[in-house]
Nanobody
Framework: QVQLVESGGGLVQAGGSLRLSCAAS????????MSWYRQAPARQREWVAS???????TYGDSVKGRFTISRDNAENTINLQMNSLRPEDTAVYYC????????????????WGQGTLVTVSS
């Protein structure tokens, strides 16, 4: 079994920074593109950023220039550095990957973490 575990959420004042981490665990061989999503109360889940295995990153318009996604393929982790935080960034942030292949060649699709709460106060 494989899983994604997020960490690093918390309470921060507007203009501040936070760094989220997501670690994949299990007997992992390959993880495809990894992403961050977020969901604010009473709103639909929103894509934040993605990073491929070759470390190409893309960002949603609302976070471009403020957030940076990074990846360590050897450690099976991704991070999200969030700067210049705004109250509208308040949400539960989720880590996601399209596919994980285990060392036993089992494939796991559409894998989500449990989420970590980020609260930005004004």
């Amino acid at each position: 079994q494989v899983q994604l575990v997020e960490s690093g959420g918390g309470l921060v004042q507007a203009g501040g920074s936070l760094r989220l981490s997501c670690a994949a665990s299990g007997n992992i061989a390959i993880i495809s593109t990894m992403s961050w999503y977020r969901q604010a109360p009473a709103r639909q889940r929103e894509w934040v950023a993605s990073i491929t295995t070759s470390l190409t990153s893309t960002y949603g318009d609302s976070v471009k220039g403020r957030f940076t996604i990074s990846r360590d393929n050897a450690e099976n982790t991704i991070n999200l550095q969030m700067n210049s935080l705004r109250p509208e960034d308040t949400a539960v942030y989720y880590c996601h990957t399209e596919q994980i292949m285990s060392l036993a060649h089992d494939r796991y699709f559409d894998v989500w973490g449990q989420g970590t709460l980020v609260t930005v106060s004004s």
